[in-house]
């Protein structure tokens, strides 16, 4: 059977998701062995972060001058064998993030049961005017390029998620455990955001059972109309 893209979004129609604890460190695929993927992604990411540097500068000034607040944004996420890492973005929400989105959900039902449900705001308070154009572009996952040079990610992946999120994953958190996290993934070339949540688990776990460096090479090729046509971004 051939593996692509296309292929693997065929089957993931029956994933099953339980709420279950997080599992440990030594989950499957905990091994930080320097393999070959490691090794082809760190070439990857050099090379990448060498190319975007100039953007990246250009970036990160934006960010600092429209509130004089951190330009990068550090927060934890779920890697390969279950290890807690800090995942890098450029800022895109404004300083009060956290008020806001409380206020946010005492106040609105609505909002609340979305955020419960998908772990994301169509109408997110949070984010400033820069911000939306960041995200709209993936332009605040350039600095992930660091991760993946520090072996916490990889260029292609599942999504990295949060330990919240892992929780409901049920007994197929092990799989997602079992590579790392990517960048880019069979999510963002298939909808992105517009895809429901046990969609999202289910694509994460047919990757992480047909990954290859050809599905690899592949979805990075799809990676850039999906980036360029901000299919399912916000």
């Known amino acids: 059977m ?7 979004l065929s089957q993931i129609g029956s994933t099953e998701v339980r709420p279950t604890p997080f ?4 989950a499957a ?13 760190l070439v990857l990411a050099s090379a990448l972060l ?4 100039p953007l990246m500068l250009g970036v990160a000034a934006a960010v600092f001058l429209q509130d004089g607040g951190p330009v990068i944004f550090a927060h934890r996420r779920v ?3 279950g290890r807690m890492f800090p995942c890098l973005k450029f800022r895109s929400m404004a300083s009060d ?22 772990h994301k705001l169509r109408n997110d308070p949070r984010i400033t005017r820069l911000g939306e154009v960041l995200r709209r572009s993936s332009l605040d996952e350039l600095p992930q390029l660091f991760n993946v040079m520090r072996g916490e990610m990889s260029l292609v992946g599942p999504r990295p998620i949060v330990e919240a999120e892992a929780r409901r994953y049920g007994r197929r958190v092990r799989e997602y455990c079992s590579v790392r996290p990517g960048i880019t993934g069979l999510w963002q070339v298939s909808g992105r955001n517009d895809t429901s949540y046990r969609r999202r688990i289910a694509i994460d776990v047919v990757y992480s059972r047909r990954k290859s460096v050809l599905l690899d090479a592949r979805i990075l090729v799809m990676t850039v109309p999906a980036v360029l ?3 399912g971004s916000y």
């Open 229 to 231: 046509l901000r299919r």
């Open 97 to 118: 993030a956290q008020e806001r989105l409380q206020h946010l959900l005492d106040s609105d039902p609505a909002a609340r049961a979305e955020w419960e449900r998908d």
């Open 50 to 53: 060498v190319f975007f540097a």
């Open 23 to 26: 599992p440990a460190a030594e």
């Open 29 to 41: 695929g905990a091994s930080t062995t320097l393999d070959l993927e490691f090794l082809i992604n």
């Open 79 to 81: 890697g390969r064998g």
């Open 2 to 8: 051939r593996t692509t893209g296309r292929l693997c």
